[in-house]
């Protein structure tokens, strides 16, 4: 699969309204996640198809973003087979062993800070299209959504 990152903010959907009270820019990270592995499905899936159907299936949820089963839904409509749904807090290694089989996911980031320093106040959805383990380390290649 051949994947592409889009941007929440890009001029073609980022001003779109996505949940009645946000923008894609502010709040469409979600559907943009979804895009990105679509694309590698089809070659062809934007945010503005994958936004369409958050909204339509009411996984577009105003003064939040976007529910989490709308995740998996719009995936498998958009062509991803054998789609997963893996708690990192509870599961990790099922994580590792599905990346090492080459899935490709959607990841929640969740609100707070580490480190001192704070990369989202309400949660990010970011694709991870490739995985490797390197001296014990895991590292995951992500595709941000968002201007981090």
């Known amino acids: 699969m051949s994947f592409i990152t889009y941007k929440q903010a890009d001029s073609r959907w980022g001003k ?3 949940n009645g009270s946000s ?15 679509a694309y590698g499905v089809d070659g062809k899936t934007t945010p503005l198809e994958t936004m369409k159907y958050m909204q339509s299936h009411g ?11 709308g995740i998996p839904a719009c995936l ?9 749904e ?3 807090n509870s599961s ?7 990346m090492s089989k080459g899935y490709v996911g959607v990841f929640l980031f969740m609100s707070g800070s580490k480190g001192g320093i704070t990369w989202t106040t309400s949660g990010h959805y ?8 390197e001296n014990g380390k895991h590292y995951l290649y992500t595709r941000d959504s968002g201007g981090r």
């Not at 923008?23 to 592995?37: D, E, I, Q, R, Y």
């Not at 996984?59 to 089963?69: D, E, F, P």
């Not at 498998?76 to 997963?84: H, M």
């Not at 970011?126 to 383990?133: C, E, G, L, N, R």
């Open 16 to 18: 779109k309204n996505y």
């Open 23 to 37: 923008s894609m820019a502010t709040a469409g990270c979600g559907p943009t996640s979804c895009a990105m592995l």
């Open 59 to 69: 996984y577009a949820i105003r003064n939040n973003g976007t529910a989490w089963n």
């Open 76 to 84: 498998k409509a958009f062509g991803l087979e054998d789609v997963q």
């Open 86 to 88: 893996v708690n990192v």
């Open 92 to 98: 990790m290694s099922k994580v590792w062993e599905l």
């Open 126 to 133: 970011v694709a991870v299209t490739d995985y490797k383990v």
